[in-house]
């Protein structure tokens, strides 16, 4: 594993850029396919990713988005945990309906742009049979694994940190409100509202009789899985959902309640409450066109409350779960897969964890 795949050290550095491009995942996933493209088919031309590309035939066309999403895709979902983009590169700007030979002289329009660059000459190495498609594909993936094997040793040593400040008092239900609030205020912290809510169900199950069903992906939408929203909790021993939480990184309007109304009126027949939980100030028409459905809903209630408030009140109602909230949601965070929470995100919430806790 220490050794590269590929013994020249300029092609190497080319594979690392792209590879271990931490601002765009977007451009790994996007080699990752078209060496596989010319692995499957070796007659294919590697700069050319498109089944339509103006003025060229189709015999040495491929389809990279076909190769991204089918099969790249699977590395994505399976519990690998590579750092690689959760979604098909060939709908991101720098590939989307360009249709055209990715020669070295094409502007892709993608950040970083020296990362681009750089994955045309790759291209281009590889069709010039200057660079073997199987050398590159095992160098990506030698990168790829050590990437994520360096991750995961941060995250465990701030975890071995962690615990080895339990001798002080737990953290106060004010204190865990704000380091939360901290963690929500990160960049890409779309997913923690979800947490948030699970953990609670999560640390006092035992106490409500209650169960949070297994979490959806973060990029599914509701459609796909047949969920009436983010979270769906269950009776212990019961399989209809008595509870719906839908979460919301803006204000919830009176159309996103009117939304909820047809998903109900499509099969939510067990539903008896249905929660939004918004990280934005609450909008009393919508706060009071939902409170007015009640009885027309047959006793369903909808209600929208503010994230922090929620945890708030969770933590002073079951204070002497806190500690267990906490660890529910550490958790939870840390299996959260990297398409869904990014390895920044994981450690800022440990090392403000740490931060908050030696504090004391």
């Known amino acids: 594993m220490e050794r590269p795949f590929i013994a020249d050290a300029g092609m190497q550095a080319k594979i690392e850029t792209v590879a271990l491009c931490l601002k765009n995942r977007a451009g790994v996933r996007a080699l990752l396919a078209g060496l596989l493209a010319k692995l499957h088919t070796p007659s294919v031309d590697i700069r050319k990713p498109f089944t339509d590309i103006t003025g060229q035939t189709s015999d040495d066309n491929y389809s990279g988005r076909y190769y991204d999403e089918r099969h790249i895709q699977r590395l994505v979902e399976k519990p690998y945990n590579l750092p690689v983009k959760a979604t098909t590169a060939f709908l991101t700007p720098g590939f989307r309906t360009k249709n055209v030979v990715l020669t070295t002289d094409v502007k892709l329009g993608g950040r970083p742009a020296e ?34 094997d360096q991750r995961w040793a941060a995250i465990q040593k701030l975890v071995r940190d962690i615990r080895r400040t339990t001798d002080h008092l737990p953290l106060s239900a004010e204190a865990t409100v704000a380091l939360i609030g901290q963690h929500m205020a990160c960049k890409y912290s779309s997913r923690i509202p979800v947490l948030v809510v699970a953990a609670a169900y999560r640390a006092a199950e035992r106490q409500l009789g209650q169960t949070v069903r297994k979490l959806h992906p973060h990029n599914a939408a509701d459609k796909q899985t047949g969920a009436f929203g983010d979270i769906e909790v269950t009776i212990a021993g019961a399989d209809g959902v008595t509870t719906a939480y839908e979460m919301k990184m803006k204000a919830v309007t009176i159309g996103d309640v009117n939304l909820t109304l047809q998903k109900l009126a499509n099969g939510g027949t067990s539903i008896r409450n249905y929660i939004f939980i918004t990280t934005e100030p609450i909008l009393e028409e919508a706060r009071s066109y939902a409170a007015t459905l009640y009885e027309e809903l047959g006793g369903v209630e909808i209600a929208i ?46 090392t403000l964890r740490k931060t908050a806790e030696g504090a004391q």
Do not use: N, W
């Not at 840390?334 to 995100?345: G, I, K, T, Y």
């Open 115 to 148: 990362m681009y660059e750089v994955l045309l000459k790759i291209f281009e190495d590889i069709q010039q049979d200057r660079l073997t498609a199987r050398s590159a594909m095992d160098e990506t993936f030698r990168l790829l694994v050590i990437e994520r």
């Open 305 to 350: 409350l503010d994230c922090l408030g929620f945890l708030r009140y969770f933590l002073h109602l079951f204070h002497a779960l806190r500690t267990e909230f906490l660890e529910a949601y550490q958790d939870l965070r840390l299996a959260e897969p990297e398409s869904a929470v990014s390895h920044a995100l994981k450690e800022a919430f440990l």
